[in-house]
């Protein structure tokens, strides 16, 4: 299983860079989990289109999806020209507004996704816990023999996700704010993602989903200064194997 990030940024990209984005790649299986601002341009240095065989929203906050609309726009064309003949399955929770706008043609089909979902791709299987977030969102746990990655996208921390991310080989944790004194609801700070850590006890560990102001390496050198194993801060192209 490799994993590539491709976009890492907490709330809007800065020049360059997408927000939440990463690619999962296993023998003949591509996946993608989430699509934020920035991160189609992005994705297309790594891999094309074509080549991605479904699609995974954790929730529908713009930095997670917002390139959604213009990837429908890529197939499309990519279909005209014959070269997308297979269809792209978006997985991604069920609400009023956007899960309806997923589907296009018979080109993108929609599949609701909540906390109880199971999916196999191949020799992938992928689960999902609730996280504790300003909307329903999802983190994901992508999970091949031994091997597990697990991605914590928005949420606060909180006992089950602790659980969720137990001994895993990679964790990708948010961590969208420095020091978070004033109570931000629904997301990470650097304390809170040594707990995770520390009582998660993961082999590896990409910290993302940071903050597009200050000096990100404070939160690596935090972070690093109570683990024992190794952590990195996410970057575009940053793989892990
Ligand atoms: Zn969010
Ligand atoms: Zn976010």
């Known amino acids: 299983m490799k994993m590539t990030v491709i976009g890492y940024r907490s709330g809007y990209p800065k020049a360059g860079e997408a927000t939440s984005c990463y690619l999962i790649q296993d023998e003949d299986t591509s ?27 954790t929730h529908y906050h713009p930095d997670h999806f917002s390139d959604i609309l213009c990837l429908k726009q890529g197939i499309m064309i990519k279909q005209q020209l014959g070269k997308i003949k297979k269809t792209l399955t978006i997985y991604a929770p069920e609400d009023d507004f956007y899960f309806k706008q997923l589907k296009w043609n018979t080109t993108i089909k929609a599949v609701k996704i909540d906390q109880h979902k199971e999916i196999q791709f191949n ?22 023999g ?58 590896n560990v990409i910290i993302t989903h940071i903050p597009p102001y200050g000096d990100n390496t404070h939160i690596l050198n935090e972070i690093q200064a109570s683990y024992s194993k190794k952590c990195l801060l996410a970057r575009t192209g940053l793989i892990w194997q």
């Open 123 to 144: 020799q992938l299987n992928i689960t999902f816990m609730k996280t504790e977030h300003t909307i329903f969102g999802l983190a994901v746990k992508v999970t091949k």
């Open 31 to 57: 996946i993608v989990i989430d699509l934020g601002a920035g991160s189609l341009s992005i994705l297309q240095k790594f891999i094309e289109l074509e080549e991605i065989d479904a699609l995974i929203l």
């Open 146 to 203: 031994q091997q597990s990655l697990v991605y914590t996208s928005d949420t606060e921390l909180k006992p089950s996700l602790v659980d969720f991310s137990k001994n895993c080989t990679l964790l990708i944790t948010e961590c969208s704010l420095y020091k978070n004194p004033s109570g931000i609801a629904g997301h990470m700070d650097i304390e809170d993602v040594k707990q995770l850590v520390l009582q998660s006890h993961p082999e």
